[in-house]
């Protein structure tokens, strides 16, 4: 008889954007006609810019053409666009070569399936609170242990709180895999290029690997923050970069990203290449690249106009998380985040829990948020906004916060 794998069934924050989406359902039962204004989901909003449109609409007529037509390409990606991400990385003083940048359909299955190249006794790290799937897919690779108090045995947890400006201090223990979130989901901090370097030096003293989503890199304005890991010299020797044109060019529906796995990446008993080489034969065997269409896409995105427009769309989004930021200061809320990255990290007035919170938001101001608990046991007590949305919709939650709730 065929068994499920167990680990399914210890799986807890699933239930998370369900629970939002049930609540809010019975609220707009309960009171016909009152709209919601939702700043709960990281999802964006806007068009795609016109390069960007071109490129997909390229790649379309290209398959209306027997002479251009392609089926399925290299499962590492068009070499034309890996080379594109490399020249890309080269701008910002960063030295790739194309074989070692491998193109996805988005980076959320890349952190996913990165731990399965490693050893299933490897000791997993995350920073808490953070984007549930680093743990959620060690869970399910049965590396979780006993679920207590909001934490799993077998996982190490690095804090994230005021104190530390939510992002961690390295590993008191030693671990083999370190999951980084930066700029990160949910909590809008990002690290400093001395933080990175601090969890850097640690990998290499303990042969440990870094798994540095960078998902929101181009959120960042500041320019002594650094983008990716490999701005800090020896990264190359520890770190997989993960990557996505989702909150960069509004990919989120088209899906595609790329992950850095170096030539030099070392591990217990590896020799130069072999974890790109085990990378890709996981690819080769698991996937079959990502969609020509949207490859085509990601070479508009990539070219000068292309990064020029989506940066546009980025300001936008930057100016909403300002609105949010500054609106919700004014109430005499703390709120940390939104200012390098698009969301809005508030610490919940008084005791109440952030599901408390999120009821009273919704009640009293007809706004839907996250609460920070759904994101780990450390985000009890905080929310999450975020600043996806129309211009319109974000000015119409603020002021219903600004106008409406009770502190
Ligand atoms: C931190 C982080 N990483 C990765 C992803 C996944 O993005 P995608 O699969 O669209 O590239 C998300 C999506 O919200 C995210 O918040």
Request: hydrophobic share 35%; aromatic share 10%.
């Amino acid at each position: 008889m065929a068994a499920i794998n167990k680990n399914y069934n210890i799986l807890q924050t699933g239930y998370l954007f369900s629970e939002i989406a049930k609540r809010t359902r019975a609220f707009t039962e309960k009171n016909p006609g009152v709209s919601v204004l939702r700043l709960g989901i990281g999802n964006t909003t806007e068009a795609l810019p016109p390069s960007v449109v071109s490129g997909l609409q390229l790649g379309v007529s290209k398959l209306a053409d027997t002479t251009t037509y392609t089926g399925y390409g290299d499962e590492q990606g068009d070499s034309r666009l890996r080379r594109a991400l490399a020249d890309w990385y080269s701008a910002m003083g960063i030295n790739l070569d194309q074989q070692e940048i491998f193109v996805s359909d988005g980076s959320k299955t890349d952190t996913a399936n990165i731990s399965s190249i490693f050893g299933s006794d490897n000791i997993v790290a995350v920073q808490d609170p953070v984007y549930p799937v680093y743990v959620d897919s060690n869970i399910i690779a049965g590396k979780g242990g006993k679920y207590r108090n909001g934490r799993y045995s077998g996982i190490v947890y690095l804090d994230c709180t005021d104190k530390n400006n939510f992002f961690p201090d390295t590993p008191e223990r030693k671990v083999d895999l370190i999951f980084l979130c930066s700029p990160n989901n949910p909590t809008g901090s990002v690290a400093t290029k001395a933080q990175l370097k601090r969890f850097v030096d640690y990998a290499r003293r303990h042969e440990a690997v870094i798994i540095f989503d960078a998902a929101y890199a181009a959120y960042i304005k500041d320019p002594r923050l650094p983008r990716s890991i490999y701005e800090i010299p020896g990264a190359k020797e520890c770190a997989i970069e993960i990557s996505s044109f989702s909150k960069w060019a509004g990919f989120t529906g088209v899906r595609l990203g790329w992950t850095v796995v170096p030539m030099k990446l070392r591990a217990e008993g590896v020799t130069n290449g072999e974890l790109n080489s085990i990378w890709n034969r996981r690819q080769c065997t698991m996937f079959n690249g990502a969609s020509n269409i949207a490859q085509e896409g990601g070479l508009a995105v990539l070219s000068k106009t292309g990064q020029r427009e989506c940066q546009k769309i980025i300001d936008y989004y930057m100016e909403n998380a300002r609105i949010i930021r500054e609106g919700l200061r004014r109430i005499g809320l703390t709120v940390f985040g939104g200012e390098n990255a698009p969301y809005i990290w508030l610490k919940v007035p008084g005791n109440m829990s952030s599901w408390d919170f999120f009821e009273k938001l919704l009640i009293q101001t007809h706004v839907v948020g996250t609460p920070g608990s759904g994101f780990g046991s450390l985000g009890e007590g905080y929310f999450r906004l975020s600043a996806f949305g129309h211009r319109e919709n974000i000015e119409n939650a603020i002021k219903s916060i600004e106008r409406n709730i009770l502190i």
